[in-house]
């Protein structure tokens, strides 16, 4: 515990738990009914001709965007879609932006008392605390969607759809992804001393970089820019299907993730506060 209050404030992450924990239950709550709510549309008959027809109708480029392969609507396909869905992926990608600007660009705007107290401990706690918070709120969030596919398999009788191990793979890849997006937040928010500017960069450049990933999946000219989309390592479908490539996605991750923590720990620890 000692070495813990080295790198974090215990003090801070209550503070910040108390004032977000409400927040996070409603995510759960949203991740776990949306990825049973896919489920049950994949067990019921009728719905799933309804959305096998409508899956027919769309164009090439749409089904290229969204990374389904083939003519015809594959379950566990649809299933990993649940955990891209722009809905989805918009909530996830607000959890950062939110906690980092307002737990480190708004301190150093107010010059609130916790700030004050980063003189007593050491700095990168401010940051530090607030990416052990997010952290921690993306492991229960993706818990909670698992567990919807999960228990959505396992009241439905999905077995032949669903497979856990996949599953497992998709909400693994998709908290080391939001893991990084986090820590370029973080270090987004260390830059600035008014949260509305962190905020703007923060959305801005994630915004971009969904954009940027959809017009290269439209764009076959410039399909060979994929590796160097962020939102390209983030593709629950491709997993289903085996098109990820986990070699390059995963390490690629982990060192954008240390990378932007690092930096994001340097820059606050010689900034002005």
Known sequence: MAALNNYIS????????????????????????????????????????????YFKL??????????????????????????THPAVLFILSFIPVAIASRYIT????NRSIELLSSRLLPRHA???TPFLFILLSFLTVFGAMLSGSLLGRLILDMNEDIQPFILLKIALTGLLFFTAI?????????????????????????????????????????????????????QPVNIATGQYNFEIGIPLLALLSSGF??????????RDL
């Open 10 to 53: 215990l003090h801070h992450l209550k503070r910040i738990f108390k004032n977000q924990h409400k927040i996070i239950l409603l995510v759960m709550l949203f991740g776990f009914l949306v990825e049973f709510l896919f489920t049950f549309i994949l067990s019921a008959s009728a719905i799933r001709k309804f959305a096998e027809s």
């Open 58 to 83: 769309l164009p090439p480029m749409v089904k290229q965007m969204t990374g389904f392969l083939g003519e015809n609507l594959v379950g566990s396909q649809f299933i990993a879609f649940g955990y």
């Open 106 to 109: 708004a301190e150093l705007e």
């Open 126 to 128: 401010v940051v530090l």
């Open 182 to 234: 986090s820590t370029i937040t973080l270090y987004i928010s260390t830059l600035f001393s008014e949260r509305g500017k962190a905020l703007a960069w923060s959305s801005g450049i994630i915004l971009f970089a969904f954009v940027f990933d959809a017009i290269i999946r439209l764009w076959d000219q410039i399909a060979f820019l994929k590796p160097y989309s962020l939102f390209n390592w983030y």
């Open 261 to 270: 923590l690092s930096a994001a720990v340097r820059h606050f620890n010689h």
